[in-house]
């Protein structure tokens, strides 16, 4: 079974920076798709990065402000995230969409690690 484990959130004060990391352990045959969604109170799950088959994406509220990067030895990825603003407050999911080879096409997700942007 795959898992995925989550670190780095925490609080900063706005105009700092965060690095969330995410680490797949298990068995994957390969990745379509790794990146991070997030969750404010009041609001639905939104893509904050993502990157697979060759593209990545961003919301464009982040756009200039957070990287995703991967680690494809390690199925790992993170997200650096600068200028941080009081509404990228949010519970922070890492998601993963891959292949088993036992059971094809499947998806995970990370148990969500909170940011806090406040002074």
């Known amino acids: 079974q795959v898992q995925l484990v989550e670190s780095g959130g925490g609080l900063v004060q706005p105009g700092g920076s965060l690095r969330l990391s995410c680490a797949a352990s298990g068995s994957i045959f390969s990745i379509n798709f790794m990146g991070w969604y997030r969750q404010a109170p009041g609001k639905e799950r939104e893509l904050v990065a993502g990157t697979g088959g060759g593209t990545t994406k961003y919301a464009d509220s982040v756009k200039g402000r957070f990287t995703i990067s991967r680690d494809y030895a390690k199925n790992a990825a993170f997200l650096e995230m600068n200028s941080l603003k009081p509404e990228d407050t949010a519970v922070y999911y890492c998601?993963?969409?891959?292949?088993?080879?036992?059971?094809?096409?499947?998806?995970?997700w990370g148990q969500g690690t909170l940011v806090t942007v406040s002074s």
């Open positions: 998601n993963l969409k891959a292949i088993r080879r036992s059971v094809g096409n499947f998806e995970v």
